[in-house]
């Protein structure tokens, strides 16, 4: 009797030991990267392999599946269809929702953020292969297309008041399909946590095993060397950057940013070189970084204390200069 429990005490304590490492085994860090809507993606997980491989090609599905929707260059998605149709295309209740609050966004922020800027998009791409900058004549008819009131959208139909009327979602989809992905990743089970990258855009749901934070750090366009910051994101925060210095349009070799003025036209001039913006709802931190930037420093800081929107920001002005907006007081850690 004696012997059977010694030996039941000896697989216990032996259980004991193993189930720490057991558990460190199904944590372990899986990585997976594809390229979708136009972007690198890199999606990490704390889970067990196996679990990871299923998860994984489940992000590349729901990925898929928004941007043969959100796509402008797609001609069967959403955006493709309205882009060419006369007046009308109805929508998949997804890209409805997506609209109604950028066209909330766009009244919110005075036209800052316009998902309508699509036709001057195109003048600026056409201008790039011709070799040449737009004109003003151009540039003005480009203009009377630009502004949500050009549209009216009910019960998921989306309908031009105005002939020629174009959308780009390009500048809110990505964050909108962030936040997609996070939902999903907090679905599944036998997740700890992780993080999805869309470059640009970060999100991160659940913990390390380890209890650490996850730290991202901000690009500094300005500084050869190092970086802006590094930001500790909570989980369900997401962080979407919008800058000057990575996309742009080159004509007649010289370099002018993608970030147009929905005002003007032209590649917005506010004194900032990037902007980042951290909230919890994804497309509106990436429809926000835009606006903000376009809107400059100052006027940025007065639209975030006006408390509009529940949002935290970095600046990073052209002389490379970073502040940031009260409560991220301590959260963010600038570089020495």
């Not at 780009?168 to 999805?196: N, P, Q, R, T």
């Not at 913006?277 to 835009?290: F, K, M, R, Y």
């Amino acid at each position: 009797m004696k012997k059977i429990i010694l030996r039941a005490l000896c697989i216990l304590l032996c259980l004991t030991f193993l189930l720490p490492f057991a558990s460190c085994q199904r944590q372990e860090r899986q990585e997976k990267s594809f390229f979708l809507m136009d972007t690198p993606i890199t999606v990490t997980l704390y889970t067990d392999k196996k679990t990871a491989e299923a998860i994984f090609a489940e992000c590349r599905t729901i990925l898929s599946e928004l941007d043969d929707l959100w796509s402008r260059t797609k001609e069967n998605s959403d955006v493709g269809r309205f882009n060419v149709a006369q007046n009308s295309t109805e929508l998949d209740p997804r890209t409805t929702a997506l609209i109604e609050k950028a066209m909330d966004v766009t009244q919110k922020t005075n036209g800052a953020f316009d998902v309508t800027v699509a036709p001057l998009v195109n003048l600026w791409q056409a201008s790039e292969e011709r070799g040449i900058l737009p004109t003003e004549q151009e540039l003005q008819a480009a203009l009377t297309l630009v502004g949500t009131s050009h549209l009216n959208l009910k019960d998921n139909i989306l309908a031009k008041i105005e002939k020629g009327v174009q959308i780009d979602l390009g500048g809110i989809g990505k964050g909108a399909a962030i936040s997609a992905l996070i939902s999903y990743l907090e679905s599944c089970d036998g997740v700890h946590g992780g993080l999805v990258s869309f470059g640009s855009n970060v999100a991160v749901f659940g913990e390390k095993p380890d209890g650490k934070p996850f730290r991202i750090a901000l690009k500094n366009p300005k500084a050869e060397i190092g970086y802006a910051g590094v930001l500790n994101l909570k989980a369900g925060q997401i962080l979407s950057v919008s800058g000057d210095y990575e996309r742009y349009y080159t004509v007649n070799g010289e370099k002018y940013h993608h970030i147009l003025d929905p005002e003007t036209g032209y590649p917005a001039v506010s004194g900032l070189c990037s902007v980042a913006v951290i909230c919890s709802d994804g497309a509106l931190a990436d429809a926000l970084s835009t606006a903000l930037f376009v809107m400059g420093e100052e006027n940025a800081r007065a639209f975030y204390e006006s408390k509009i929107y529940d949002f935290e920001a970095v600046f990073i002005d052209q002389g490379g200069n970073v502040t940031t907006t009260a409560g991220l007081a301590n959260v963010f850690e600038g570089q020495e």
